[in-house]
């Protein structure tokens, strides 16, 4: 029906957006194919867990700035620390390549109504703490209810867990 269709649609501004990150990787400043920036209506939450890995988040959010698509970031606690320690940066200059920026314990961010709408979800890296969250709805957090509203609202909903080898929990 039609919200297959407009999953489908947003399914493919991503897959397209991943092809010019994919060039980007290789060095390229412009995509190869006639894409060029992303619709200036994507907008995008991006949230980094206590998981290693941050450099991703870090990547995608330049990225995505190249791109000019409006990010709406949040960092947990742990993520903090991680990226002291990975990145020797800190959370607030990281801040600085995202559009808006929330502290993950604000729960009167707009991303916390599923009426803000967005494009979909990003959590890299994404803590075994997190993804256990969202699979049982523990929505004790902005990061967790961003990905509950975003499950809800049948938007698109990415994790990059870091955690390997897996264990049998």
Known sequence: GEGSRHYQNLGGKLRRQTRSVQGGFEGNSEPENSLGACPPSLRLVVAMTGASGVAYGKRL???LREKKVETHLVVSKAAE???EHELETSK???????THAYDVDDLAAPLMSGSFKTDGMVIVPCSMKTLAGIVHGFADNLILRAADVALKEKR??????????LSVV
Do not use: F, Y
């Open 81 to 83: 620390k991680v990226i």
């Open 156 to 165: 698109r909903l990415v994790v990059v867990p870091r955690e390997t080898p």
């Open 61 to 63: 959010l330049e990225v």
């Open 92 to 98: 607030k200059d990281l801040e600085t390549l995202a």
